[in-house]
């Protein structure tokens, strides 16, 4: 009797030996297995992902938004903001007045179109808002008529709230529009980019002598330090220099 009892306790020693070191075994490569998938966990993927795609969204704001994206701090930024982008989507050689009227429609700003025509300039097409976002007015695009019937753009101008910072906050929005590069024109209440060998955007704190028998704005006095953002057909002469610089 004690002899078998021996041997069952010799056997369940050996068995549980065995699984002892089964489970030993398995161990160390489960542990192994999870050091190396570790990288991969859904946080740290997670975090890469936005790190890729933050990448991404620079890179193209490089390409296509120039040289950074405009981050709005109030109400009135944003209104600058969606201003600017306006003007941006109107650059292309293509764009003519009907679509920047769709715009501004889609925007709830209640475009205006009107056809001018003398006979020194030709036929032009003008379109105004009758509705502004806040801490912009005066929005103001001109279209040249070719012969052909064919419109490009010449003047396309808003004003936004004057104030302090406001100056560099256009700036800073302007940014979008294109590859600015350095400006070819600056003082301390003007800049002035090229945007292509056609075109070029400017922005003015406007002065007391601007203000002053303006054909299309009503002014005040009050009105000193408003800041006008335009892009523009270049003109290549001497006598372009109204809005340069309040003397």
Partial sequence: MK?????????LAILIFGVWSYLKKDQLP??????????????EQSNDQKIDLSKSSDSESHSSNANNFFVAQNKEEESLGLMTQILKDSLPLEKESQDLVRELDNNQLSPELARDSNPYTGDMMIVRTKRNLPGTRYFHAQYFV????????QHMSFEFKGGAGAFDRAISAAQTLAQLGAPVKKTKDFIQWNISENREVWIKIMG???LIDDPYNAYTKADVGTIRVAVEKKIHDDQHQDHVENE
Avoid: R
């Avoid at 002899?3 to 056997?11: E, P």
């Fill in 208 to 210: 007391e002598k601007d």
């Fill in 30 to 43: 489960l542990e192994v297995t999870l050091e190396s998938e570790q990288p991969n966990s859904p946080s």
């Fill in 146 to 153: 070719g012969e052909d019937g064919k419109e490009f753009l």
């Fill in 3 to 11: 002899n078998s009892k021996s041997v069952k306790f010799i056997v």
